[in-house]
């Protein structure tokens, strides 16, 4: 079965930082992954993707804070985030889109406050 699987959501105080990481089913290796967030009344946007060849592009909302990386030996696809702020709060979704379909993560729960 096909699925995406994220961890390392969390509670955090602003400017603290926090792991995502999302473990795939595997054959993923051509194709770009990315972190998608959804705020409470927001709709779901792309924060950062990676390429197959490691080339990362982030949101400017998070460029210079957070870092996307892969390990396809692992299976595993990874958003550090770093300087967090209370507009950072939200769902985080790992992405996959293959040219026969698109596949999404359960989400994890982001909070920063204070």
């Known amino acids: 079965q096909v699925q995406l699987v994220e961890s390392g959501g969390g509670l955090v105080q602003p400017g603290g930082s926090l792991k995502l990481s999302c473990v795939t089913s595997?054959?993923?290796?051509?194709?770009?992954m990315a972190w998608y967030r959804q705020g409470t009344g927001n709709r779901r946007t792309v924060i950062a993707t990676?390429?197959?060849?490691?080339?990362?592009d982030y949101d400017e909302d998070v460029r210079g804070r957070f870092t996307i990386s892969r390990d396809d030996a692992k299976n595993t696809v990874s958003l550090e985030m770093n300087d967090l702020k209370p507009e950072d709060t939200a769902v985080y979704f790992c992405?996959?889109?293959?040219?026969?379909?698109?596949?999404w993560g359960q989400g994890a729960q982001v909070t920063v406050t204070s």
């Open positions: 595997g054959g993923f290796s051509r194709n770009t």
């Open positions: 992405n996959v889109r293959t040219p026969l379909c698109e596949l």
């Open positions: 990676v390429s197959h060849t490691g080339y990362a």
